[in-house]
C-alpha cells in the first residue's frame, strides 16, 4: 500500500510544502495515489515533492528496457506539467540516466524530487547506503533567492459541483438570488452583486466543508484508539485505517483551488466538424483524391493569430441576432462581457487590470460556442464561393469539398490561382468584419495530385530553369516562372 506524508512549514521567512511519497506496486494504485496528491500541488508556497514513486517517467530511467510509459508514468508527468513542477535532476543532468535503486541486475530511477519551475536548487546526488538497494537523494534549495510567490487570485473547484448536496446548495442559492434582479436598475447592475455573493457563498461552503471533514477525522482517529486499546477486531481496525486514510486525503479538498499561475448546442455548425476526427477524416479523403488523381490543387491551411482573442463583440451579437438567437439570450450575453477586465499575474502577484474589449473568454465552456459561431459566416461565404472543390462522391454531386474547418483550423482547397486569389479576398473581407487576423507567415499550402511532367514545357522553358539553376539562382526564382510547388523543383531540374 502507497504513503504520502504532507508537511507545511515556515522556512527563512519562505513558507514550504513538504510532500513525500511511497507509491504502491500497483500501477492503478500509483495513479489513484498522484491524482489525491495532485489538489496540494496547486499552492503559492514552494512545494518539494519527493520520494519512491515506485515508477519512472521517462523509458531511458530503466535500465535495459526502452518501454513505453505506462498510463501511472503518463498521469505523473501530466500532473507535474499542470502544477509547473520540474525534475529537479533532468533539470540539471537530463541526458544522465543516475540511477537511484540497484537490485542484481535490475536498475532504474525510480526516486526523485521535483520542485516549481522558479525555484533555485542544486543538482541531485545518488548516494548508496549499506542498509537499502534505494540510494539516498540529496540536493540543496536556495529558499532565499527563491522568488517570493503572492496568493494568486482563487478559482471554483468546479468538479466538486457533481456532488448532489453541493449542486443543490448552489442551485437553491441560485433561486435566492432571482428576485433580486427586479430592485436592479440593470442586469449589469444585478450581475456584479450576483458575482461578489456567489465568491461568499462558496468561500462559507467552503469552510463549512472543511470543518466537517475535520471533525469526522477526528472522530474516526478517537475510534482507532479505542479498537487498538481494547483489542478490537482485526477486520473492524482495517476498516476505519482505511476510512481515516481517505479522510486524510480528502479532507483539506476544497470548494476553492489556489493558483499561483495565471495559467445550448450550437445550431448547425457549417463545416466545422464537431470533433477532431472528423477534420482529419476529411483532410485525408482529400489527400487519397489527389494520389488517385481525380483531383490535382492547393491545400490551404490558414494561421488565424490570436483567433479567440480577436472576435469582435458587435459583430459577434449581430451574428447571433442573425442566426435567430433570442435576444434575451444574446443581452445576457452583453452582460457578462461588458466591463470584462484582465490582469498580468506573475509568480502569484496580480498586477493592474485593464480592460478587454474583444474575443471570447479563454476556459468559459460558452467561449468555442461562441467562436463557431462568429467564423460561421466566412466558412459559409467559401462554401458557396466559386471554388470547383473536390467531388468526394461522382454520384452526389452535393459532396464537394471546398472547406474543413474545426474550431479556428480552416483548410481550403483550391484548384487555380484565380481560385486562391478569390479566397484571399474573402479573408480580407472576414477580418475586416470580425476583427480576425490571418497570420500569413504561418499559412502553408500542399499540392495534391500528379505532378506537370518535364516534357510539357518547351525547349525554350526548359534551356531557361538549366540556366538559373546553374548560375545559382535557387529554387525560388523556378518555382514562381513555372508556377509549381517549390520542394518539387529537384525532381524536375533531373529530368531534364
Given at each position: 500500500?502507497?504513503?504520502?506524508?504532507?508537511?507545511?512549514?515556515?522556512?527563512?521567512?519562505?513558507?514550504?510544502?513538504?510532500?513525500?511519497?511511497?507509491?504502491?506496486q500497483s500501477k492503478w494504485d500509483r495513479k489513484c495515489l498522484f491524482m489525491r496528491i495532485k489538489p496540494y500541488l496547486f499552492?503559492?508556497?514552494?512545494?518539494?515533492?519527493?520520494?519512491?514513486?515506485?515508477?519512472?517517467?521517462?523509458?531511458?530511467?530503466?535500465?535495459?528496457?526502452?518501454?513505453?510509459?505506462?498510463?501511472?508514468?503518463?498521469?505523473?508527468?501530466?500532473?507535474?506539467?499542470?502544477?509547473?513542477?520540474?525534475?529537479?535532476?533532468?533539470?540539471?543532468?537530463?541526458?544522465?540516466?543516475?540511477?537511484?535503486?540497484?537490485?542484481?541486475?535490475?536498475?532504474?530511477?525510480?526516486?526523485?524530487?521535483?520542485?516549481?519551475?522558479?525555484?533555485?536548487?542544486?543538482?541531485?546526488?545518488?548516494?548508496?547506503?549499506?542498509?537499502?538497494?534505494?540510494?539516498?537523494?540529496?540536493?540543496?534549495?536556495?529558499?532565499?533567492?527563491?522568488?517570493?510567490?503572492?496568493?494568486?487570485?482563487?478559482?471554483?473547484?468546479?468538479?466538486?459541483?457533481?456532488?448532489?448536496?453541493?449542486?443543490?446548495?448552489?442551485?437553491?442559492?441560485?433561486?435566492?438570488?432571482?428576485?433580486?434582479?427586479?430592485?436592479?436598475?440593470?442586469?449589469?447592475?444585478?450581475?456584479?452583486?450576483?458575482?461578489?455573493?456567489?465568491?461568499?457563498?462558496?468561500?462559507?461552503?467552503?469552510?463549512?466543508?472543511?470543518?466537517?471533514?475535520?471533525?469526522?477525522?477526528?472522530?474516526?482517529?478517537?475510534?482507532?484508539?479505542?479498537?487498538?486499546?481494547?483489542?478490537?477486531?482485526?477486520?473492524?481496525?482495517?476498516?476505519?485505517?482505511?476510512?481515516?486514510?481517505?479522510?486524510?486525503?480528502?479532507?483539506?479538498?476544497?470548494?476553492?483551488?489556489?493558483?499561483?499561475?495565471?495559467?445550448?448546442?450550437?445550431?448547425?455548425?457549417?463545416?466545422?466538424?464537431?470533433?477532431?476526427?472528423?477534420?482529419?477524416?476529411?483532410?485525408?479523403?482529400?489527400?487519397?483524391?489527389?494520389?488517385?488523381?481525380?483531383?490535382?490543387?492547393?491545400?490551404?491551411?490558414?494561421?488565424?493569430?490570436?483567433?479567440?482573442?480577436?472576435?469582435?463583440?458587435?459583430?459577434?451579437?449581430?451574428?447571433?441576432?442573425?442566426?435567430?438567437?433570442?435576444?434575451?439570450?444574446?443581452?445576457?450575453?452583453?452582460?457578462?462581457?461588458?466591463?470584462?477586465?484582465?490582469?498580468?499575474?506573475?509568480?502569484?502577484?496580480?498586477?493592474?487590470?485593464?480592460?478587454?474589449?474583444?474575443?471570447?473568454?479563454?476556459?468559459?465552456?460558452?467561449?468555442?460556442?461562441l467562436y463557431v459561431f462568429a467564423i460561421d459566416p466566412f466558412l459559409r461565404g467559401v462554401d458557396r464561393g466559386p471554388l470547383?472543390?473536390?467531388?468526394?462522391?461522382?454520384?452526389?454531386?452535393?459532396?464537394?469539398?471546398?472547406?474543413?474547418?474545426?474550431?479556428?483550423?480552416?483548410?481550403?482547397?483550391?484548384?487555380?490561382?484565380?481560385?486562391?486569389?478569390?479566397?484571399?479576398?474573402?479573408?480580407?473581407?472576414?477580418?475586416?468584419?470580425?476583427?480576425?487576423?490571418?497570420?500569413?507567415?504561418?499559412?502553408?499550402?500542399?499540392?495534391?495530385?500528379?505532378?506537370?511532367?518535364?516534357?510539357?514545357?518547351?525547349?525554350?522553358?526548359?534551356?531557361?530553369?538549366?540556366?538559373?539553376?546553374?548560375?545559382?539562382?535557387?529554387?525560388?526564382?523556378?518555382?514562381?516562372?513555372?508556377?509549381?510547388?517549390?520542394?518539387?523543383?529537384?525532381?524536375?531540374?533531373?529530368?531534364?
Open positions: 500500500m502507497g504513503r504520502c506524508l504532507i508537511l507545511d512549514v515556515l522556512m527563512r521567512g519562505q513558507e514550504l510544502r513538504l510532500i513525500n511519497i511511497y507509491g504502491p499552492t503559492s508556497r514552494q512545494v518539494v515533492f519527493g520520494g519512491d514513486f515506485n515508477t519512472v517517467t521517462r523509458p531511458q530511467d530503466r535500465g535495459g528496457s526502452r518501454d513505453k510509459l505506462t498510463y501511472d508514468s503518463v498521469a505523473l508527468n501530466s500532473i507535474a506539467s499542470e502544477a509547473r513542477l520540474v525534475d529537479v535532476h533532468i533539470r540539471h543532468t537530463p541526458g544522465h540516466p543516475g540511477f537511484t535503486y540497484h537490485r542484481g541486475s535490475c536498475r532504474s530511477r525510480i526516486d526523485r524530487f521535483y520542485l516549481k519551475e522558479e525555484a533555485v536548487s542544486s543538482a541531485v546526488s545518488a548516494v548508496e547506503v549499506e542498509f537499502s538497494d534505494h540510494c539516498m537523494i540529496l540536493f540543496s534549495l536556495n529558499v532565499t533567492e527563491t522568488p517570493r510567490m503572492g496568493r494568486g487570485y482563487w478559482r471554483l473547484n468546479s468538479s466538486l459541483l457533481e456532488e448532489a448536496e453541493i449542486r443543490q446548495s448552489f442551485e437553491d442559492f441560485v433561486q435566492s438570488q432571482v428576485p433580486l434582479l427586479d430592485l436592479c436598475s440593470s442586469k449589469s447592475e444585478w450581475w456584479e452583486i450576483f458575482k461578489e455573493r456567489v465568491g461568499r457563498f462558496f468561500r462559507q461552503l467552503s469552510s463549512l466543508r472543511s470543518l466537517s471533514k475535520y471533525r469526522l477525522y477526528q472522530g474516526l482517529r478517537r475510534k482507532l484508539e479505542r479498537l487498538v486499546s481494547t483489542g478490537g477486531s482485526r477486520e473492524e481496525i482495517s476498516r476505519v485505517k482505511s476510512l481515516l486514510m481517505r479522510c486524510q486525503y480528502d479532507r483539506h479538498a476544497s470548494l476553492v483551488f489556489e493558483r499561483d499561475y495565471g495559467k445550448y448546442r450550437s445550431p448547425d455548425p457549417y463545416r466545422n466538424c464537431r470533433i477532431t476526427f472528423s477534420a482529419v477524416l476529411s483532410v485525408r479523403e482529400a489527400v487519397e483524391q489527389g494520389r488517385a488523381g481525380h483531383w490535382k490543387g492547393y491545400m490551404l491551411s490558414l494561421d488565424q493569430a490570436k483567433a479567440f482573442d480577436r472576435v469582435n463583440h458587435e459583430y459577434l451579437w449581430s451574428v447571433l441576432l442573425r442566426y435567430g438567437l433570442p435576444g434575451g439570450f444574446v443581452d445576457w450575453l452583453k452582460t457578462l462581457y461588458a466591463g470584462a477586465e484582465s490582469f498580468p499575474l506573475v509568480n502569484g502577484w496580480i498586477g493592474r487590470p485593464f480592460g478587454v474589449g474583444s474575443g471570447v473568454r479563454q476556459g468559459c465552456p460558452l467561449s468555442p460556442l470547383a472543390g473536390i467531388g468526394m462522391d461522382r454520384a452526389a454531386p452535393e459532396t464537394t469539398l471546398r472547406v474543413v474547418a474545426y474550431a479556428d483550423d480552416v483548410t481550403i482547397f483550391v484548384s487555380s490561382r484565380g481560385e486562391a486569389e478569390w479566397v484571399l479576398s474573402e479573408v480580407e473581407r472576414y477580418s475586416e468584419s470580425s476583427g480576425s487576423k490571418i497570420n500569413r507567415d504561418k499559412c502553408e499550402s500542399l499540392w495534391l495530385g500528379d505532378m506537370v511532367k518535364s516534357r510539357e514545357w518547351s525547349r525554350k522553358t526548359r534551356e531557361e530553369v538549366i540556366s538559373l539553376h546553374r548560375k545559382g539562382n535557387g529554387y525560388k526564382k523556378i518555382a514562381k516562372m513555372l508556377n509549381i510547388p517549390r520542394d518539387t523543383i529537384g525532381s524536375i531540374i533531373r529530368k531534364f
